[in-house]
């Protein structure tokens, strides 16, 4: 049984930052990629980010790319999202995910496991 719980999010200015956590109970988390995808009110699940299994490559959406950044600490069995420059169209609740391998990817079916949810709120 694999858990994901997540800590961090919350209420921030544009331009401000955050950090989402996301730690990792139940199997070997170094042997599988991680994932961020967010979901806004009214819109579906869209991807973020995603960092395989080492740490070595890492894989973002267009719409946050040179502003978020996705890593991983293997020895605390956790996945981080620093988020810079944020904009009001960050607002959304996000989600950690564990994908059923070790690659990267973007496709939310590939992910098995999913932690609770946070709520980022970006106000202008």
């Known amino acids: 049984q694999v858990q994901l719980v997540q800590s961090g999010g919350g209420l921030v200015q544009a331009g401000g930052s955050l950090r989402l956590s996301c730690a990792a109970f139940g199997r070997t988390f170094s042997d599988y990629a991680m994932g961020w995808f967010r979901q806004a009110p009214g819109k579906e699940r869209e991807f973020v980010a995603a960092?395989?299994?080492?740490?070595?490559?890492?894989y973002y959406a267009d719409s946050v790319k040179g502003r978020f950044t996705i890593s991983r600490d293997n020895a605390k069995n956790a996945v981080y999202l620093q988020m810079n420059s944020l904009k009001p169209e960050d607002t959304a609740v996000y989600y950690c995910?564990?994908?059923?391998?070790?690659?990267?990817?973007?496709?939310?079916?590939?992910?098995?496991?999913w932690g609770q949810g946070t709520q980022v709120t970006v106000s202008s």
């Open positions: 960092i395989s299994w080492s740490g070595s490559s890492t």
């Open positions: 995910a564990q994908n059923r391998a070790s690659s990267t990817t973007s496709h939310a079916p590939s992910y098995g496991y």
